[in-house]
């Protein structure tokens, strides 16, 4: 689509339809950590990291050749393409490497600290205002998630390094979207805003491979498939999917909707895994939906009197 054509289209609050589509996606990300556990059985998690992206990456370009999507043409988004690049590279690094000094519960509540970030950067950066209810409902929110994690949440030694990194990964998907939205790159394609990125994850995980371990563990059939789930339904359609969103509402209201992300996550580990499920999560949803009703409900206009 051209740069027009998004223009007519982008929205000033987060509808239904986008509510019900974040709903999906995120109850796919969170399908996701299930996946990634699975296939770390048998690929070290940079590799795997390279591989998503190269993969996913090949797919999303046979699409963009079948739709006739420019790709190559000269829009001035190059410098601004490389830069996301390296911050998605950088962001999935942290998160994957976090993840091998922390827990998945850690990692996940630190990953997805970014609607916190994203509120304060769309406030100074985006002119999206923060409001009192948008901050009360995020606080909501992410109380949900500190309901999920409280029995999981002490840990020592080496524990602080992985907090960190999961920490900065949350901080770098905020500021990734940030650039998105301040640069040319909010009148790209979505599959050619996230080709930028695969790119450069996968430089990144090449630059980064010699310091990691063996890069294929043990390829099975099931981890070689939760790879191939990753990198063709992850990356390949909900990416493009989230930036399509991304260019389309504001960054805020949709990056409210990832708290629901690692609450999926916990519910898919219930499910395939096998991983305990208490009333923590049930009370933990319905805190986080009353955060986001809180976050996205339009505000009411004073009549006169």
């Known amino acids: 689509m051209s ?3 998004d223009a007519l289209d982008r929205r000033h609050a987060v509808d239904m339809a986008a509510a019900a589509i974040m709903v999906g996606l995120t109850f796919s990300w969170g399908l996701n950590y299930v996946a990634a556990k699975i296939s770390y059985a048998g690929y070290d998690p940079v590799f795997l990291s390279i591989a998503r992206s190269v993969i996913g990456g090949f797919c999303v370009f046979l699409w963009c050749r079948w739709r006739g999507i420019a790709l190559f043409a000269r829009d001035g988004t190059l410098l601004a393409g490389i830069a996301v690049g390296v911050l998605f590279g950088v962001e999935f690094l942290c998160l994957y490497v976090g993840l091998e000094h922390t827990t998945v519960a850690r990692n996940t509540l630190l990953v997805n600290s970014m609607p916190f970030w994203m509120l304060i ?11 009192t209810r948008k901050f009360l409902g995020l606080l909501l929110a992410f109380a949900g998630l500190v309901t999920v994690f409280s029995d999981k949440l002490g840990g020592s030694g080496d524990m602080l390094f992985g907090d960190l990194l999961s920490l900065g990964s949350g901080f770098f998907w905020a500021l990734t979207n940030i650039l998105v939205k301040r640069s040319k790159l909010v009148e790209a394609t979505a599959e050619k805003l996230l080709l930028y990125q695969l790119a450069g994850a996968a430089v990144v995980g090449v630059l980064v491979m010699p310091l990691a371990g063996p890069p294929v563990r043990d390829p099975a059939l099931l981890p070689t498939l939760a790879l191939l789930f990753q990198a063709i339904y992850i990356v390949a ?3 493009v999917l989230w930036f399509w969103l991304l260019r389309r509402y504001p960054a805020s209201g949709l990056s409210s909707f990832t708290f629901l992300s690692p609450v999926f996550g916990v519910l898919c580990g219930s499910m395939f895994l096998n991983e305990p499920l208490t009333i923590r999560i049930f009370l933990a949803l319905g805190l986080i939906a009353a955060g986001l009703i809180i976050v996205n409900r339009p505000a009411r206009k004073l009549t006169p009197v």
Not at 121 to 131: A, N, Y
């Open 237 to 239: 359609f909900t990416y």
């Open 121 to 131: 950067g769309g406030h100074l950066l985006l002119g999206e205002r923060i409001t």
């Open 3 to 5: 740069g027009a054509t």
